[in-house]
């Protein structure tokens, strides 16, 4: 019995058909379509439409990845971190900004404080000058303010046991008295004709009496300044009227004329 080999391209083996005249007719196998089935054919028109919407839509799938990019562009981590950035940068520019004009104004009180306190300074240096100056000279102001001048030094009257050793000021009670200059006050209290009277010795020994004062403000061991008050205008002792009667005595010694005194210093009673 013999064998049959299938054929090696696959096609069906040609078969003999019996003619009417007793010979066979060969039938010649159909051969394939080289289209591709239907199954195919939608495969590759489905790939062809994706395709098509991947790529091949210029208006679409292009705008869209576009359109993502640009999207993308304000909201990616990139283009974000960049405005939070900006925005800190920002903040730290108007903190400066904050700083530099508080620390301006600062400086600006500091400087305007600074010129006053050396305004005041200049004004103190030229007032401690000026006392210093008139310390120098030994300048003396005069006791008190409003007053006329009533009994004078060498006058003779049933006042005095002898003649008038001072110099009156006259002027309501109660006027204050002021210290003529610097110095120290070696006695206060009673004195008899004289009333409440106080005794300042300035630096060069000359003692200043101030007599018949209502009040002493003063008392012994007091360091006065010059133009500081030390007592009250007053009537006390043997007077005929409210003054400040004034002795100069050199040295503690014996009285001399107050008034060429006070203009030796400077002031004309």
């Known amino acids: 019995m013999g064998s049959h080999r299938a054929d090696p391209r696959g096609h069906t083996a040609a078969t003999a058909t019996p003619s009417p005249g007793g010979r066979r007719k060969a039938v010649r196998p159909k051969r394939r379509s080289p289209l591709p089935g239907v199954p195919a054919l939608i495969g590759v028109a489905a790939v062809l439409a994706a395709g098509a919407g991947a790529i091949g839509l210029d208006g679409g799938g ?8 640009t999207v993308n562009n304000g909201t990616d981590a990139f283009a974000f971190a960049g405005t939070g950035r900006q925005r800190a940068v920002s903040r730290d520019t108007d903190r400066q900004a904050i700083a530099a004009s508080t620390n301006s104004t600062l400086k600006a009180e500091a400087e305007a404080m600074g010129e006053q306190r050396n305004a005041a300074l200049t004004s103190l240096a030229h007032s401690a000058e000026k006392r210093a100056n008139q310390i120098a000279k030994n300048l003396w102001i005069l006791p008190t303010t409003g007053y006329h001048l009533t009994g004078r030094f060498g006058m003779v009257s049933g006042l005095w046991s002898t003649f008038h050793t001072g110099l009156d000021f006259a002027a309501p009670t109660g006027t204050p008295i002021y ?45 006065v300044h010059q133009g500081e008050q030390i007592g009250n205008i007053g009537s006390t002792g043997n007077t005929t009227g409210p003054h400040v009667h004034i002795e100069v005595r050199p040295g503690g010694g014996d009285p001399v004329d107050p008034y060429p005194a006070f203009i030796a210093h400077g002031v004309t009673p």
Do not use: F, R
């Not at 292009?62 to 990019?69: C, D, E, F």
């Not at 009673?190 to 003063?218: F, M």
């Open 62 to 69: 292009t705008a869209l990845a576009g359109a993502h990019t």
């Open 179 to 223: 210290a003529i200059a610097d110095g120290v006050i070696t006695s206060t209290g009673w004195d008899g004709p004289y009333g409440n009277k106080t005794v300042e010795t300035l630096e060069d020994g000359t003692e200043i009496w101030y007599a018949h004062q209502s009040a002493i403000g003063v008392q012994a061991g007091d360091d």
